[in-house]
């Protein structure tokens, strides 16, 4: 397959090559020369029908680190303003001899969609509340830099896991690498369909973080919220937010991480975020070699 669409669609050896692939360019972008010329007859095309930071620049730079062209399209300032469709778009842009689009919208299944409309490989950087396959890679990579292995480990992802498909994205990938996950939030804000998928739901917070080696915080995710779902976010912080004290007077040291953007004070304190048990930084960084691994193995299938 020609796209990389959400961790459903992986196995476990393929999750294994790309972080072999993702150890080959983590070495390579800590050399003085951080680029390869792997890619320099492949254009890739950017799409980002919504707002990022950390996915539009670390896809962006690991493009440009091998050597690929590219063009960036944030829908805000194109012509879907004036009312021209998805397919459209992306069949202007192809148009232009572009191979690969790299492509976040709001619209759950708009990668799906697309890839079954139009030629080109579809890699998808976040699609609504559906999945955000990158990121689940880039995470577990982490925690296997962190900790030697995913396999074994307990993972809990704390929050609005209802909004998140940095969520459901992580339960698959850690789950097909034998990790045991939980989540814990508000009620409201868990799907009733998780337990179905072999997770189990713990509502104590410190129970929780009492079981996990590692807990990932998400973030409440405002912009996607009826106002029914929870009532406060100081309601939220006192009963969901991680604090210092808190992971000190827990029996052992676990490894706290989170997606970003961070809402401090919220979902963690900055003692927290800022922590030498914080990965955070980590996970961004790795985001670069992990992106730059799924490219170039996409990218040796169209060539
Ligand atoms: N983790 C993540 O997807 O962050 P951005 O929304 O800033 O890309």
């Not at 993702?22 to 972008?29: L, N, Q």
């Not at 010329?37 to 440009?64: C, G, Q, V």
């Not at 074994?152 to 704390?158: A, L, P, S, T, Y």
């Not at 052992?252 to 401090?264: A, D, Q, T």
Request: contains cysteine; aromatic residues 6%; neutral net charge.
């Amino acid at each position: 397959v020609n796209h990389l669409l959400g961790i459903k669609y992986l196995n476990e050896a393929d999750i294994q090559l790309i972080f072999e692939t993702a150890d080959h360019f983590k070495e390579v972008i800590n050399r003085p020369i951080k680029k390869v010329p792997s890619l320099r007859d492949i254009t890739i095309a950017n799409l980002f029908f919504e707002n990022s930071t950390r996915t539009k620049l670390s896809f962006e730079l690991a493009e440009k680190r091998l050597s690929a062209d590219i063009i960036n399209f944030s829908a805000s300032q194109s012509s879907v303003t004036k009312g021209e469709t998805l397919i459209d778009t992306v069949n202007n842009i192809l148009s232009m001899k572009v191979d690969m689009v790299v492509m976040r919208h709001p619209n759950p299944g708009a990668g799906i969609f697309l890839s079954k409309h139009v030629k080109a490989s579809i890699i998808n950087a976040g699609d609504g509340a559906h999945e955000h396959p990158t990121q689940a890679l880039l995470d577990s990579y982490s925690i296997r830099e962190k900790l030697g292995d995913v396999a074994g480990k307990k993972v809990v992802i704390v929050g609005d896991i209802l909004h998140s498909r940095v969520a459901l994205s992580n339960i698959f990938a850690l789950q097909l690498q034998g990790a045991q996950v939980k989540v814990c939030g508000p009620k409201t804000l868990i799907p009733k369909y998780i337990t179905s998928l072999g997770v189990e739901v713990e509502t104590n917070l410190v129970k929780a973080l009492e079981w996990c080696d590692v807990a990932n915080m998400l973030r409440v995710q405002n912009e996607r919220m009826d106002i029914s779902y929870f009532p406060s976010t100081r309601e939220y912080s006192q009963q969901f937010g991680v604090t210092k004290k808190m992971l000190d007077s827990l029996s052992k040291e676990i490894v706290i991480m989170h997606p970003g953007p961070i809402n401090r004070g919220v979902e963690i304190t900055s003692d927290v975020a800022d922590s030498k048990q914080s990965i955070i930084l980590h996970q961004v960084e790795n985001g670069v070699a992990i992106r730059m691994a799924v490219i170039y193995l996409l990218a040796s299938k169209i060539k």
